[in-house]
Nanobody, 123 residues
């Protein structure tokens, strides 16, 4: 089992920045690819970004490319999502997830999920 806890969400004005963290415990963190997903009210959960076990490879949804940066620190068992130039349409609950398939964009590829953290971007 892997336990994931997100933090760092909040309310920010459009154009602002937030950094989300995902702290992992349980099994060896570096064995897993990490992903970030988000879900806005009334919408399906959507892929945001993913990073492989070493941190060398990362992928982004087109909607966040160039604004968000995913990273990880295996020594700290933590993954991050730096979000810059935030837009109102980025408002959602953000979830981190752990899985064993690098580059996966489908939520079904991830075995473990955090409880989510709310990000609200005001216009």
């Amino acid at each position: 089992q892997v336990q994931l806890v997100e933090s760092g969400g909040g309310l920010v004005q459009a154009g602002g920045s937030l950094r989300l963290s995902c702290a992992a415990s349980g099994r060896t963190f570096s064995n897993y690819a990490m992903g970030w997903f988000r879900q806005a009210p009334g919408k399906e959960r959507e892929f945001v970004s993913t990073i492989n076990w070493s941190g060398w490879d990362s992928y982004y949804a087109d909607s966040v490319k160039g604004r968000f940066t995913i990273s990880r620190d295996n020594a700290k068992n933590t993954a991050y999502l730096q979000m810059n130039s935030l837009k109102p349409e980025d408002t959602a609950v953000y979830y981190c997830a752990a899985g064993q398939n690098s580059g996966a964009r489908d939520y079904s590829a991830y075995n473990y999920w955090g409880q989510g953290t709310q990000v609200t971007v005001s216009s």
